[in-house]
């Protein structure tokens, strides 16, 4: 017997662009396949990025069983990359097998590449290989959703925020305080840097489950990347430099030192 959720996964990504999902029913759809997400939230999220365009480059670290990969292929262009980092075995959530890639794969449309990196977000061999995936395309929109500490989505931020454009969008998952989880610390590096940047939020606190509070999306819009537009890819600056646009500050943290972002970020 055919499902409903079969019919979803398999068929409805091939219909193209044509296809239009509800912010809602997307949020819905990305839900049943396995993101650990509030619906409300997602959907604001959903609503952003398909104001945001284009969304031909897409990154994710912190993927896990692939609900918002789900999403994310949705949304993106017909010819868009997207490219999954996590960690198998990772903290928050454990990462996938390399038989759970093949199902993954099934969720990108017709023409679109996806790319699976089965490793540690930190690791600056990770960075050198997306990449080398991505040569000189900017990232579009970026998903920070992997390691929760507060130097591990520093360490995401400073590592991959280069790598997205001007004006892309730069998503951070669980900026609201964990009473029950205290390993997790987004809510403190997000606090620190949003006043720097066009930033959004969407918040849902009183929809817990019962798990005390949990979730909550920060998103801030790209000062600056890395890549001038050049045809010229041999003409990409090194990541390095680019790293310093996004200097995060330091861990002492507070208004002052998104200031301090602020000012990196426009130089
Ligand atoms: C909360 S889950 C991601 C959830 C997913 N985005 C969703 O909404 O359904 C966090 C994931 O980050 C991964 N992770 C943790 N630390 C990591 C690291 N250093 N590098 C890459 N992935 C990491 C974990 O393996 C886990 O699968």
């Not at 075995?89 to 023409?111: D, I, M, N, P």
């Not at 080398?132 to 991959?160: K, Q």
């Not at 004006?167 to 590096?189: K, S």
């Amino acid at each position: 017997m055919v499902e409903i959720r079969d019919v979803e996964r398999l068929v409805l990504p091939r219909l193209g662009t044509g296809l239009r999902w509800s912010d809602r029913a997307l949020a819905w759809a990305a839900l049943s396949h396995g993101a650990t997400q509030k619906t409300h939230e997602l959907r604001g999220l959903i609503g952003l990025l398909k104001r945001h365009r284009p969304l031909a480059c897409v990154v994710e670290i912190g993927t896990a069983s692939g609900g918002t990969f789900f999403a994310w292929c949705q949304l993106a262009e017909p010819r868009a990359t997207l490219v999954s980092i996590d960690l198998p075995g990772g903290e928050f959530g454990g990462g996938y097998s390399e038989h759970h890639v093949e199902r993954l794969r099934t969720y990108a449309r017709r023409g679109q590449e996806t790319h699976f990196l089965r490793a540690d977000s930190h690791d600056l061999a990770t960075r050198r290989e997306l990449q080398h995936i991505l040569a000189s395309t900017p990232i579009d929109f970026l998903m920070i959703d992997g390691d929760h500490s507060y130097e591990g989505v520093r360490s995401d931020f400073e590592m991959y925020g280069p790598l997205v454009r001007p004006g892309g969008l730069i998503a951070f998952h669980d900026v609201l305080h964990h009473d029950r989880v205290p390993e997790c610390q987004v809510d403190r590096f997000w606090n620190e840097i949003r006043h720097a940047y066009r930033h959004w939020e969407f918040l849902k606190p009183e929809h817990d489950a019962g798990w005390g509070t949990w979730g909550g999306i920060g998103v801030l819009e790209s000062l600056q990347g890395p890549f001038a537009p050049s045809s010229d890819s041999s003409a990409r600056r090194p990541a390095v430099r680019a790293v310093n646009h996004h200097r995060p500050p330091p861990l002492t943290g507070g208004h002052a030192a998104a200031a301090v972002v602020e000012k990196a970020a426009r130089s």
